[in-house]
Every structure is written in structure tokens, then in C-alpha cells.
């Protein structure tokens, strides 16, 4: 399966400020998806990845708050903006090999903490 | 709504036991039903399941789907401390994939 990194692993931000999260993939792959997971709580999809085009975000989830960069087949971006306690989370890069019904697999993760 | 409850949600066994983990589920349109172990930050795949009855297995890992029924379970034999973590479920429907909130297994020495 594809080696997924991100990066950065881990940071504390002060609110009001942004934080980018990047996923490199060293294959080029279909599908690339952002999770994020908050405490206690199960994994949640922000957004689909799109390659050359806008990013098509999940209920409760906007691109002003959460925009997304993907400029080829193998990167992406994810940028925290705005920040604010409630933010703090892992948030997990995903991608899926394009066959159909492929299992996602997930890169290291970045834990966010907000002060 | 997709919809996956795991349990139990937490479980402290002692090194060598056998463990039983649950996973139930509500889908539009089933097409998948995966295992994941989370370590720290990072869900790793352990097992994809499409079919009911067909047991997969990988060393002292096994799972089993029950469509009918709308269950799955993951068993792990012989636990070692390195088994510790939390096993997420997660089905893929109409909704994309959605995820149960996980079962955390410790095991104690």
C-alpha cells in the first residue's frame, strides 16, 4: 500500500491563528480524503481531496474554515484557520487506491492542540 | 444515516487471554466493512469484508461478517501487550465510510 506521510506530527497553536497540515503520498493515488478525530470521539470526514479542483467538503465542514490545496496526484493540503480550543483534534490524511471498494489507509496524523 | 456502535467500549484483559470485539451496523447500501487498529494517532488496516461467513484471518487476528444480522466481530487470540489500542470499525455505504467510536483493549502484563 502507499506510504502516506504528514507533517506536521504534532503542534500547539494559539487561537485565532492558522496551522497548514501537509500529506505526501509516494504514489499517485485516485482518492485523498481529511478526517478529523477529536477526543473521545470517532473519526469524521471534512472533506474530499479533488486534484485540480475545489474540494468537496462534508456537512458541518466549510472551505473558509478548512481549505484545501491539492495541486497533483500526490499532495495535499489541509490548513486549520481561524483556530480556536474546539479545534484541537487529530486530523488524518486518508487515500484510497482507486479500485473499487479499496480500504482507505491513513497517514501518521497531526495532533492539534489550541490554546 | 449510516450508523456503527461498537462494543464494548473499552476492555482490560490479561496477556494470553482471548478477545471478542463488536461491531453493528445500519447501512444504505452495504459495500464493505472494515478493521482498523488505531495506535497512538494512526488507524491501520487490518481487514476489508464484503462477504457474509468468510472468516479472515492474519496471524492471531480473525473477523467474521454476519450481513444478515449486520455484525461483524474481531477476534484476537493470545493477546500480547503489543495488542493494545483501540479497534475502530467502519462501514462503507451510501454515506462513504463511516466510523464507530472504537473499543479501547488494554492488555495488562
Known amino acids: ?115 | 444515516e449510516d450508523k456503527v456502535v461498537q462494543s464494548p467500549l473499552s476492555l482490560v484483559v490479561h496477556e494470553g487471554d482471548t478477545v471478542t470485539l463488536n461491531c453493528s451496523y445500519e447501512v444504505t447500501n452495504f459495500r464493505s466493512l472494515l478493521w482498523y487498529k488505531q495506535e497512538k494517532k494512526a488507524p491501520t488496516f487490518l481487514f476489508m469484508l464484503t462477504s457474509s461467513g468468510i472468516e479472515k484471518k492474519s496471524g492471531r487476528l480473525s473477523s467474521i461478517l454476519d450481513k444478515k444480522e449486520l455484525f461483524s466481530i474481531l477476534n484476537i487470540t493470545a493477546t500480547q501487550t503489543g495488542d493494545s489500542a483501540v479497534y475502530l470499525c467502519a462501514i462503507g455505504g451510501a454515506d462513504g465510510l463511516t466510523f464507530g467510536k472504537g473499543t479501547h483493549l488494554i492488555i495488562q502484563p
Not at chain 1, 31 to 39: A, E, G, I, V
Not at chain 1, 40 to 54: H, K, P, R, V
Open chain 1, 1 to 115: 500500500s502507499a506510504v502516506i506521510s504528514q507533517k506536521p506530527s504534532r503542534d500547539i497553536c494559539q487561537r485565532g491563528t492558522s496551522l497548514t497540515i501537509q500529506c505526501q503520498v509516494d504514489s499517485q493515488v485516485t482518492m485523498m480524503f481529511w478526517y478529523r478525530q477529536q477526543p473521545g470521539q470517532s473519526l469524521t470526514l471534512i472533506a474530499t481531496a479533488n486534484q485540480g479542483s475545489e474540494a468537496t467538503y462534508e456537512s458541518g465542514f466549510v472551505i473558509d474554515k478548512f481549505p484545501i490545496s491539492r495541486p497533483n496526484l500526490t499532495f495535499s493540503t489541509l490548513t486549520v484557520s481561524n483556530m480556536s480550543p474546539e479545534d484541537s483534534s487529530i486530523y488524518l490524511c486518508s487515500v484510497a487506491e482507486g479500485r473499487y471498494n479499496s480500504p482507505l489507509h491513513f497517514g501518521n496524523g497531526t495532533r492539534l492542540t489550541v490554546t
